[in-house]
């Protein structure tokens, strides 16, 4: 096990009604922005529950943060909360509007070009506007983390930055406020996570015993339940338990003293930066194809996610393995989502266009062993091509 | 699942070396009082580690913290911390001394009877001196939660607190600190955690289906390297594994959302205070006669447990059960401890002395039905009694 450390000062409340707590967690003095997204929160009852706690103390509104959140679009918001003394931003909506608020509230404190939080990384993040979240998209993870991910669209970019300084101070988990969600909300929600979960556990034996069960039980937790999330929309303990995975799936925790790989979302940023692919999309495209690539330096934990996970006890290492992407693979499309490129009206003529962006993004050395080259990205690239066409 | 609110601000650093990180962790101007037990820390080198780090910065030592913290020895240094003008403690050693600092750091801001903190519980605490850790006898999760247990010989008392103020800033957890533990001390650092987890895990099915996974982990865990961390003291992959479970199964994760039981660590705290075993000791005792006794109300969850954690496929349910609970006791004495009251030397003569000292207490509605009355702890100690005697 390697070294770490390990912080998370997110405060979490989960469970039905707990919108109506957050006026406790917000300074009594604090000038509060709403930010959110394309304005579901108004249909589905959350921006009424948000006004009913803390309506007074709202001071402006920034609605329009896009689904993967735009770089002019935040820096508009965060001129914004310059414009008018805001102390405490509040996201409400899913996995985009707080990584936007996460770049918010950086960019509202950095002098400098706001390009840089993003080109430079977080570490030239110096102070931050205190924010909180009321989730209503599980998936990503950025309710209880410090990471974001920005789109710039007139570069073709995408690309993420952390800091500690940008912890939601508190994420409302509020199950009921799933049961709208359109279908393919659900299924990526479900994607997502699980894909969080392999980039930190599917690498190499490196003597996290512990991790490895945790994580191992996130997966089970999703097999178990997802396609009931998608078949019971509104089964509270079902959509109860994917937004908490969702949540664990990406709150340090599993990923702590072990490898990480996060070539599968390197590669699927591109996607999405090029071709509008939703985020979980392009991972339920990219990871059988990345694990089928690079089976053979994967092998020890490709057999074992095999016979813990889907419980694959029969055939060679090679088998197990083999079978466990495939289970993998049929998940994905079970549950509704597409696996290869020619899935979403795309073919083999991208793959040039994906791995020049790569390159142009220092994308060249990714995985855990930082082999993931422009050639490897290609390898998969081409073995998610269509299915039938494993590498 | 039940709602919840999960905050957990301790941040962890974790493995070798480093001790020499936490001067970045304390304020470079505080006045450190550095708390410890019976000098064991002089002998593994941990205690000069800490000079090293941040000796010029510590303006007393408080020696002797007991085993079973004791009340008066924690008031005294409470005492200290006030004439030293002392405003941050760190503690060196184990639960024991993690738990005592608790009590120190709230007892030194406390105005009026220090005895209220355990007696009115944990809600009277308004204020509390800033404190750290150095972890050497991984087991009761003290340093990433909130939680303490004091004892007070002279009323035969071992009463627990906690307050959102008692949360360690810091906990340094190296696996090397725990090489030169007495092997009881090992026994006790697995048992400890597992029963921990059945606490939390072992009750009745909630909708945790997430919490049920993870806490399957942390036990699985536990029973694939318990007996390599007695075989090989000085495998760091296992012993760094070992100190991590414990970590995890006490630092709230586990148990959001579900129901709680705890009666065994309450009919153990008796035991200790009363006739002086080690607090895992008295859970190996109590915990697999509890479940046998509580069976038909556990059954589910029983059954669960035998099929996932110890993989008991054939039978009734009645017969998983019992085979999982066998299996427990099973691990406990391979581990090398006793499960029976007569292993310790004590006989039947105990049990009226411990029920009278649960109803003077008020421990006497426990459990996650609040129906282990002292009729049923009775059950309990008497199906503990002796080997070849389940209830």
Not at 223 to 246: L, S
């Amino acid at each position: 096990m390697n070294n770490f450390s390990f912080y998370n000062p997110t405060k979490i409340l989960f469970g039905e009604g707990q919108i109506a707590k957050i006026s406790a967690e917000i300074p009594a003095n604090a000038r509060v922005m709403l930010a959110y997204g394309g304005g579901s929160i108004k249909k589905n009852g959350v921006y009424q529950q948000i006004h009913d706690a803390i309506g007074e103390q709202i001071v402006c509104e920034f609605e329009g943060i896009e689904a993967n959140p735009e770089y002019e679009t935040l820096c508009r918001a965060a001129d914004a909360v310059t414009a008018n003394n805001v102390d405490f931003i509040l996201a409400a909506g899913g996995g985009s509007v707080i990584d936007g608020v996460k770049f918010i509230a950086a960019a509202a404190h950095y002098e400098g070009d706001r390009w840089d939080i993003l080109t430079k990384g977080g570490k030239v993040v110096k102070s931050a506007v205190a924010f909180g979240s009321v989730l209503t998209l599980p998936a990503t993870g950025s309710e209880m983390n410090s990471g974001s991910v920005v789109t710039r669209s007139e570069y073709k970019a995408k690309l993420p930055f952390g800091s500690p300084l940008v912890y939601p101070q508190f994420s409302v988990l509020d199950p009921t406020t799933t049961y709208t969600l359109p279908m393919r909300q659900v299924i990526n929600g479900v994607i997502d996570p699980f894909t969080h979960v392999m980039e930190q556990y599917l690498t190499y034996p490196a003597g996290g015993a512990l991790q490895d069960r945790l994580a191992e039980g996130i997966l089970q937790t999703l097999i178990d339940i997802g396609p009931e999330a998608i078949a019971q929309p509104e089964n509270y303990e079902v959509r109860a338990n994917v937004m908490w995975c969702a949540t664990m799936a990406l709150n340090g925790l599993i990923g702590v003293g072990v490898p990480q790989d996060w070539s599968t979302h390197m590669i699927g940023h591109e996607l999405t930066a090029l071709y509008g692919l939703d985020h979980a999309q392009t991972l339920a495209v990219v990871l059988p194809a990345n694990l089928r690539v690079r089976k053979a330096d994967k092998m020890a934990k490709l057999v074992q996610f095999a016979e813990r996970v889907w419980h694959i006890q029969e055939g060679t290492d090679a088998e197990k393995a083999e079978a466990g992407i495939a289970k993998t693979e049929e998940f994905f499309r079970n549950l509704g989502a597409g696996t290869r490129i020619e899935d979403y009206d795309l073919d083999a003529s991208i793959i040039d266009v994906v791995i020049k962006q790569l390159e142009a993004h220092g994308m060249v050395k990714l995985g855990e062993h930082q082999d993931v080259t422009p050639e490897v990205s290609r390898n998969i690239l081409n073995a998610a091509l269509r299915s039938g066409n494993p590498a």
